[in-house]
């Protein structure tokens, strides 16, 4: 099994930067890839981005390519993701997931795993 415990959400303004982090604990290697998606009031959750464990591969939602940047830090197991220019449409809770290497084949989108209890995210406009 693997634990994730995600940090760095808040409340800031259209524009600003936030910095989420996604430590992993336990089984991590394990571990094939990691992802981050989101969910906002009323919609379902949505792929934003996901890096393999080794780093070599990323990928990113169109929502977010060219704003978002997702890297990994092996020696810490803590997956980050630097979100700039935030817009209002950005608000969500924000999960990080963790996925096999049962599931390699679906990298990067989908049969994630292990998830994060999530972490808000508020933009206001």
């Known amino acids: 099994q693997v634990q994730l415990v995600e940090s760095g959400g808040g409340l800031v303004q259209a524009g600003d930067s936030l910095r989420l982090s996604c430590a992993a604990f336990g089984r991590t290697f394990s571990t094939y890839a990691m992802g981050w998606f989101r969910q906002a009031p009323g919609k379902e959750r949505e792929f934003v981005s996901a890096?393999?464990?080794?780093?070599?591969?990323?990928d990113y939602a169109d929502s977010v390519k060219g704003r978002f940047t997702i890297s990994i830090d092996n020696a810490k197991n803590t997956v980050y993701l630097q979100m700039n220019s935030l817009k209002s449409e950005d608000t969500a809770v924000y999960y990080c997931a963790g996925q096999s290497v049962k599931y390699a084949s679906s990298w990067p989108r989908r049969n994630y795993e292990y998830w994060g209890q999530g972490t808000q995210v508020t933009v206001s406009s």
């Open positions: 890096i393999k464990w080794s780093g070599d591969r990323i």
